[in-house]
């Protein structure tokens, strides 16, 4: 199957600063990306759909300034937490699907990016 | 909000045909049933998806009722790599969000 990567694995940070993680797609183009997020011994949360040249959708109590997310090419998106906070400490996790032209693309996944923040 | 249910967790010996249920009783015409995996600091791995046929790939098989009410993933000889989160998740074709209910939490053993 297609393959998504996440960098950075896991980051530590303190309070107040940014964090940017990124996703890419390896070998296939993605016209859109899925950020989630998953706390401990939780399900996972879609947080944003990234459409490549547009603004990303963000879904009902995640903010948009908080949570930037950038989608510049068919291949990266970028979710930054900015003035992260210790309740921002979660799994972070993209996906991605592309334009195959088949009607029931599964989304792959990349393996998440575990953030700490002090 | 997820329209699948499924048990917490279940139990399975290695080397025997694990047999997950799920049910979506409210399940439209057009929506597909999704079963993706995961395995614990890990992203979802997708294993198998379909309509009402049945469906069979490298990794299981797929059961799914007469009246799609229900479905059954099969892993037909567990090992200890299938520990893993497993969610059922129904969609529609057109619509790729994917809603993630708890999903069953399977454990094989040795």
């Known amino acids: 199957g297609a393959v998504v990567s996440q960098h950075p694995s896991r980051v530590i940070c303190k309070s107040g600063t940014s964090v940017k993680i990124e996703c890419r797609s390896l070998?296939?183009?993605?016209?859109?990306m899925f950020w989630y997020r998953q706390f401990p011994k939780q399900s996972l949360m879609l947080m944003a759909t990234?459409?490549?040249?547009?603004?990303?959708?963000?879904e009902q109590g995640v903010e948009k300034d908080k949570f930037l997310i950038n989608h510049a090419s068919l291949t990266l998106s970028t979710l930054t937490v900015t003035s992260a906070h210790p309740e921002d400490s979660s799994f972070y996790i993209c996906?991605?699907?592309?334009?195959?032209?088949?009607?029931?693309?599964?989304?792959?996944f990349g393996p998440g990016t575990r953030l700490t923040v002090l | 909000d997820a329209k699948t249910t499924q048990p917490p967790s279940m139990d399975c010996a290695e080397g025997r045909a694990a047999n997950l249920p799920c049910n979506h009783s409210?399940?439209?015409?057009?929506?597909?049933v999704y079963w993706y995996r995961q395995i614990h600091s890990q992203g979802p791995q997708y294993i198998i998806h379909?309509?009402?046929n049945n469906e069979t790939n490298e990794m299981a098989s797929l059961i799914i009722t007469e009246d799609r009410k229900s479905s059954t993933l099969i892993l037909p000889h567990a090992t200890l790599r299938d520990t893993a989160v497993y969610y059922c998740?129904?969609?529609?074709?057109?619509?790729?969000?994917?809603?993630f209910g708890a999903g069953t939490t399977v454990t094989v053993r040795a």
């Open positions: 998740i129904v969609r529609v074709a057109n619509d790729y969000k994917l809603s």
């Open positions: 409210t399940i439209s015409g057009n929506e597909y």
């Open positions: 070998d296939f183009q993605a016209t859109t």
């Open positions: 996906s991605a699907f592309g334009s195959s032209g088949r009607e029931h693309n599964e989304q792959f």
């Open positions: 379909g309509l009402k």
């Open positions: 990234s459409n490549e040249g547009s603004k990303a959708t963000y």
